[in-house]
């Protein structure tokens, strides 16, 4: 399975974009790219996720380099209540097993 | 549309004791996932059911554990004479068919073994 790499931790201000990035030097060309985030003591929640072009929804914006070996989950504002654990996920096309790692522990501060 | 739901949201057994985790997945969908997150950890995928059949358990233990998605009701995670270390968030996630889509998780069970 091929594996993402992503920072521990991130901080923000409140009402400024956040830009999250994630590495995945070994992704194939049928991963699918997934973001998930967990707030505290819930369970994830679907973020977006994209394969090739760059994707947007209410939510985010997902930009993919033109290689597909980096991507980058953008927030446009962050709020109080973004702050989560978010998760990069490679998932192959026609596959349904998430690997989650550790993901980036975003903090967002007032 | 009501998303995953699952319950109970807490679980307290003694050492010994069976464990029983319930997950209705969303309206239209026809596979549930169950993951296992242990304290500071990410998920671990556990096993894949579609109605009336197991598709995969790689990640299931060996002993004690078992899941099953019948024709009616709800999908079951059972965990027979549990242990501590049975201690964990319990999520079920849910999808339709097409496998390319995004699976939806429910807010889980954190199961606490005494």
């Known amino acids: 399975d091929a594996k993402t790499t992503q920072p521990n931790s991130m901080e923000s201000n409140e009402e400024e974009p956040v830009h999250l990035p994630c590495n995945h030097s070994?992704?194939?060309?049928?991963?699918?790219i997934h973001w998930y985030r967990q707030l505290p003591s819930q369970g994830p929640e679907y973020v977006i996720h994209g394969l090739t072009s760059n994707v947007n929804n209410r939510m985010a914006s997902l930009a993919i380099a033109e290689d597909r070996k980096s991507s980058t989950l953008i927030l446009h504002r962050a709020t109080l209540r973004d702050a989560a654990v978010y998760y990069c996920i490679l998932r192959p096309s026609g596959t349904y097993k998430y690997i989650f790692g550790t993901g980036t522990r975003l903090k967002v501060l007032a | 549309n009501a998303g995953v739901m699952q319950n109970p949201r807490h679980l307290v057994r003694r050492r010994g004791q069976e464990a029983r985790l319930r997950c209705s997945p969303m309206k239209g969908h026809s596979h549930v996932y169950w993951y296992r997150q242990l304290p500071e950890e990410g998920l671990k995928f556990m096993v894949y059911l579609q109605k009336e059949n197991i598709i995969d358990e790689s990640g299931m233990p060996k002993e004690r554990f078992s899941a099953e998605f019948p024709k009616e009701g709800p999908s079951i995670l059972r965990i027979q004479q549990v242990v501590r270390g049975d201690s964990a968030a319990y999520f079920c996630?849910?999808?339709?068919?097409?496998?390319?889509?995004?699976?939806?998780f429910g807010q889980g069970t954190r199961l606490t073994v005494v």
């Open positions: 996630a849910s999808s339709p068919r097409d496998l390319n889509t995004e699976a939806f």
């Open positions: 070994t992704i194939s060309g049928t991963d699918y």
